[in-house]
Structures are given as C-alpha cells and as structure tokens.
C-alpha cells in the first residue's frame, strides 16, 4: 500500500481575516497595557512626590504645634508673674504708706523733744543767772572778809570757793544752752526733712522722696496690669491657634494617609501588569532583582554549608549601636559576612542600568549590613548631612518604602517613594525588591532602586 500524502488544507479567507483581527486586537491590547503601565508609573512618580510633601508639611506643622504650646506656656508664665508683679506693688503701697505713718510719728516725736530742748534751755539760762549773782554775792563777801582783816579769813576762803564754783556753774550751764542750741537747729532741720503737710509748698525732702516712690510703684503696678491684660488676650489668641495647628495637623494626617492610599494603588496597577506578562519598562529590573536575590540567598546558603556562620548569626536583630554616629549606625553577628559576600552582586547590580541608583541586601527589619561601596563613607563627626548622604551603611532604614521591601515575600514588590539626599534634598525614583530565602526561611529582601 502507498501512503497517501495528503496537502494541508489552505487557509480559508475568512479564517485569515480572524486570526489578522484578533493579531491586532492583542496589539492593541498589549498596547494599552502598556500605556497603562506608563500612565500608573506617572502617577506614582505624582503620588510619590506629592506624598513627600505632605510629609514635609505635616512634619513642619507639629514642630509649629509644638512651639505655639511652647509659647503659649510661657506667655502663661509670663502672666503669672505679672500677677505677682501687682501683688508686690500693692504691698510696696503698704509698705509706703506704713513708712509714711513711721516718718510722721518720728515727726511727732521730733517736735516733742524740740519743746524739750526749749525747756532745757531756758534752765540752762536761768542757772546762768542765778551763777551769775552767787559770783557777785561772793566777789562781795570776798571783800569785806578782807576788810575784817584776821577775822573775817575764813569767810573769805568760804566766799573765793563760792565764786569759783559759781563760775564752774556758769561755763557749765552757757555750754549746755550752746549744745541745745546746735541740737536745736539740726532738730529743726530734721523736722523740715520730715514735715507731712502735702498743702505746704516745703513740704519735708523725706516726703517728697516717699511720694515719688508711691509713684513710681503706681506707675509699675499699671503697667504690669496692662501688660497682663495683653498677655491675657494673646494666651487666649495663642489657644486659638494652636486648636488650629492640632487641627491642620490632623487634616494633614489624613491627607498623609490618602496620599498613602493613592500611590499604594498606583504600585499595585503596576504590578498587576508586570503579572500580566506584558512588558514594561519595569520588567528588565523586576527580573534582574529577582536574580540576584536568589544569588544572595545561595551566597548565604553556601557560607551555612562551609560553617562560615549559623543560623542564629544570620537571623541575629541584636543590633548594636555605634557610639556617636549620627544617623545611628548599628552592628549585628552577621556584618563580616556581608562585607565579604554581597559587594560581588550588589556592585555588579549597579552596571545593570545607568538608571540604578543603588542595590543592597537588607534584613527583614531593613537593617543594612553593607552598602554599596561608594556609600559606605567612614562618618564625619558632626557632619550629619553629609553623612546621611554618603555614610549610609551599618544603619536600618524602616520607613514606609524600606520595610515594605524588607518583610515582602511575594515573587516581586514595586515600588515608588522619594529618598533623602541630606541636607534638604530629596530624589523620586522607583524601587524592584525581590524576598531573599535561606534555609527555607525568609532573611530579608535585595532593594534594586533607579531613576524614573
């Protein structure tokens, strides 16, 4: 028997212009995927950039929140001790007023010991005279004792010790009334000092200066309540506005999340694509990072196999910080290891793509061992700037993007944030993570970050 050959049954046209039409309606399809894809990149890119500045906002608006409750705390202080300024001024009225009764009392008693004086003057000037006449009666007793010649002797050493003694009696008394007298005229011009007639044009010197005290302590008093009503008025305005910092603060907090939401779906368009099997721009580095994960994980795997390290070093989250680094830098068991194992991949990484900015290894707590090698910089102390920028190993970097790559365990993670420079600089870019498994356990995940 021969075998028949039979020519494979042509085409019909209507089957051509079927399989023609549905050729164009995948490209079309695929087309659109694509500019699907495009178009959530973009509005990530957007949703990122947006979500950056609200975080710099809200930031700013709690360190305002907090320096207006500052401020308003010490305003409140500032008033409380206005109050006591009133109090005190109103005691040194007291005070005033109590020294002016003192002062006048002294006034009173200044007048008293004038009279006094007066009185003992005026002894003093009779004593004077009475000395006086007891000298003559004894000047003439003196000189009819002499007449009487030896008889009269005696008398007259009686009569010349009289007349003595009168003098003694005489100087003694014109210098008492010389004392009064000088005691007299400073009295009187400590009365004048001290005189309180407010009506009189001469009022004492004394006075005058307490008035101009009672013044003075009036004119603090008013100014201190004045400024206690403003202070009051500005504490009340203050509340006012740090309601509203609380406020716009919480507004910003729930724009902050929003934001969150708003990019979350746009990264989640994204991969929906990438698992769609439909290329992208993103697929080159979603592939590259999912290789090179697995090449850490065998790394690490290969390093348990040679007892290089154990389990327990590898998984250790004791992190250990770095005295005086700024940021904080931290060590773990499993540092070595890393220096010597990850540069091989993660430096290789960076040629990939003149987009990729950086890839590193990190743990499931975004703690990064070792970085690339151009940002693993000895700090500067005290240059923090210039240290978050170039010195970014041995630290953990748990914000939102950071941890989301760390603790992913899906095939791939894509994602889209900005990242600080230092020094108030901030870059959009795009991030492709990829879980990285050893001994059946998940480590952590290889970050792949580039430019849109």
Not at 172 to 198: C, F, P, Y
Not at 241 to 264: P, V, Y
Request: glycine content about 8%; some cysteine; proline content about 2%.
């Amino acid at each position: 028997m021969f075998a028949v050959l039979r020519r494979p049954a042509a085409a019909t046209p209507v089957d051509a212009e079927s399989s023609t039409r549905q050729e164009a309606d995948q490209g079309r399809l695929q087309q659109a995927i694509q500019a699907i894809a495009g178009h959530a990149s973009s509005m990530g890119r957007e949703a990122a950039e947006v979500r950056g500045v609200i975080e710099d906002t809200t930031k700013a608006a709690h360190r305002s929140a907090e320096a207006v409750s500052a401020l308003a705390r010490q305003v409140e202080q500032i008033t409380q001790s206005q109050q006591g300024i009133v109090s005190m001024t109103q005691g040194s009225h007291a005070a005033v007023a109590r020294a002016r009764d003192a002062v006048e009392g002294v006034g009173r008693e200044v007048t008293a010991i004038v009279g006094t004086l007066r009185e003992v003057a005026q002894a003093a000037g009779g004593i004077t005279q009475i000395a006086l006449q007891t000298r003559l009666v004894a000047f003439n007793a003196s000189v009819e004792a002499k007449r009487a010649g030896e008889a009269g002797r005696g008398f007259g050493v009686v009569a010349d010790a009289v007349k003595d003694l009168a003098a003694q009696v005489e100087d003694s008394s014109k210098r008492i009334m010389a004392t009064v007298a000088e005691l007299n005229t400073r009295i009187e011009a400590l009365a004048g000092e001290i005189r309180a007639d407010a009506a009189d044009a001469s009022q004492g010197a004394f006075h005058r200066a307490l008035a101009d005290v009672e013044g003075g302590v009036a004119r603090i008093g008013e100014a201190a309540g004045a400024s206690r009503g403003i202070c009051a008025e500005l504490n009340q305005r203050m509340g006012g506005i740090e309601s509203e910092m609380h406020a716009t603060g919480s507004a910003l907090d729930a724009a902050m999340k929003r934001s969150e939401a708003f990019l979350t779906i746009s990264e989640q368009m994204i991969e929906t694509v990438a698992e769609c099997g439909v290329e992208t721009e993103d697929t080159p580095f979603i592939r590259a990072v999912q290789q090179a994960a697995g090449e850490i994980a065998a790394l690490l795997e290969g390093a348990l196999a040679r007892r290089e390290a154990t389990l327990d070093q590898l998984f250790d989250e004791q992190y250990r910080s770095l005295p005086g680094s700024n940021p904080a830098q931290h060590e773990t068991r499993f540092v070595a290891l890393a220096d010597r194992l990850f540069p091989a991949v993660q430096e290789r990484m960076l040629e990939f793509s003149p987009k990729v900015v950086f890839c590193i290894a990190v743990d499931r707590n975004g703690y990064v061992a070792t970085h690339n090698r151009k940002y693993c910089q000895p700090q500067r102390p005290g240059d923090a700037t210039w240290n978050t920028a170039n010195s970014r190993w041995r630290r953990i970097f748990n914000d939102r993007t950071g941890l989301a790559s760390a603790r992913n365990t899906h095939p791939f993670l894509l994602q889209t944030y900005r990242r600080d420079m230092g020094g108030g600089k901030f870059v959009v870019m795009k991030e492709a993570a990829a879980p990285i498994v050893v001994a059946g356990r998940h480590w952590g995940g290889l970050r792949l970050a580039f430019h849109f």
